[in-house]
């Protein structure tokens, strides 16, 4: 096979790349080693910046989103057992964000690609890369008891931590920075209504907790648990109870419980891999970065890169310059470590540390409290949250 870009890993970085590729008219082939259901099985975030939004709409698959998502003005933040709303539309100029569910983003552009005959080769065995260092760099996987190779001009590396893109990146050649934190999420998805109409972000002495939603009638919760927590040890009972615990009084008394229709636990850590270009492999989304979740960027964060790498490829083949794929790497990584700085503080002052003793507690505090009561404490947040607009002369 030969086409003018292989694309390694068919999430929403993946499948977002190959639409941005077909509408320029580039040929791209994308390769999974999962099943198009297991990719579909992944729960993932649901808030999405104005960038990732317009990029949708970019790639014409807005319509379901703009129908069935939610835009959110504002979210809360509770601690002291007290609420308060950071005004995201007041503070921002008139940014929101809007709530639709990752899995929903991969099932548009799965459509969108299936409806124009794009290739696709899911359940692919033991995808390797090779000579990305050279003009003629191929793919090779293996499917059906069967060898197959992909030759082509570029490979975009868009099969996530564990992937094999970033994997084959010569060991000389890369840096990695990483921080793993000392606790997790513990997530439950159900089909109950959400406790709020907007997101509520819980410091609580008893740990994080988060109430959020994929709709008016399905909702997403997370605790803070220690990584040592098992799945088997959490029944649907003892987290709605646990929940609740940490929840203010208005919150708990309208908190509709209901059987889990998914529960896992996510280790949280801050990832980057540098540079994200090996010769004519590129690193998108969370091959070459992970942040905590708890500042809802890494969705967002994958939608800039492969935007910034469509231009680039794009600006390749129309004009035959390199200049787009030779700034990619530092163009991403300005605006990733932006968001890994807001992701890791926004973890910082709203999850226990309960190695850092009591002191850590008053001093999360403290700062909250002059957040909270500081037009420019309120507007860094409300900023950092609704992402940077994507600005190609960065």
Avoid at 73 to 92: A, Q, Y
């Amino acid at each position: 096979m030969r086409t003018q870009v292989a694309i390694i890993g068919a999430g929403p970085s993946g499948l977002l790349l190959g639409q941005l590729l077909h509408k320029a008219g580039i040929d791209a082939i994308i390769v999974e080693r999962q099943s198009p259901d297991y990719v579909l099985g992944r729960i993932r975030a649901g808030v999405l910046e104005q960038v990732a939004t317009e990029l949708l709409d970019e790639v014409g698959v807005g319509q379901r989103m703009h129908a069935e998502g939610l835009v959110h003005s504002g979210f809360d933040m509770l601690f002291d057992g007290v609420r308060h709303r950071i005004d995201l539309e007041k503070l921002t100029g008139g940014k929101k964000v809007m709530v639709y569910g990752q899995t929903e983003v991969t099932r548009d552009l799965m459509d969108a690609r299936a409806a124009a005959g794009l290739p696709t080769v899911y359940q692919a065995a033991n995808v390797q890369v090779h000579d990305f260092d050279t003009q003629t760099p191929r793919v090779t996987y293996e499917k059906d008891g069967q060898s197959h190779t992909i030759d082509c001009d570029f490979i975009a590396g868009c099969d996530g931590f564990h992937g094999v893109c970033r994997a084959s990146a010569p060991r000389s050649a890369i840096k990695e920075f990483e921080k793993v934190y000392p606790f997790g999420w513990l997530g439950l998805l159900s089909d109950t209504p959400p406790v709020h109409h907007e997101l509520i972000y819980v410091n609580h002495p008893r740990g994080f907790a988060l109430c959020s939603q994929r709709s008016e009638t399905r909702s997403r919760y997370y605790l803070q648990v220690p990584l040592t927590d098992k799945i088997e040890q959490w029944s649907d009972d003892a987290f709605w109870a646990e929940l609740k615990l940490r929840l203010d009084p208005e919150a708990a008394e309208k908190l509709v419980t209901g059987p889990s229709l998914e529960k896992s636990i996510a280790p949280l850590r801050s990832f980057v891999t540098e540079p994200l270009r090996f010769g004519r492999m590129f690193l998108a989304g969370d091959a070459g970065h992970i942040v905590p979740p708890t500042g809802a960027k890494g969705l967002n964060l994958a939608a800039t890169d492969v935007k910034y790498l469509s231009n680039a490829l794009v600006e390749f083949y129309s004009e035959k310059s390199e200049a787009g794929i030779d700034g990619y790497s530092e163009r991403c990584l300005k605006r990733i470590w932006r968001a890994e700085r807001f992701s890791w503080w926004f973890t910082s002052i709203m999850h226990n540390f309960p190695d850092e003793g009591a002191i850590n507690g008053k001093l999360q505090h403290a700062e909250l409290d002059y957040l909270m009561h500081s037009e420019s404490g309120l507007k860094t947040i409300a900023e950092n949250y609704v992402g940077l607009p994507l600005n190609f002369g960065e």
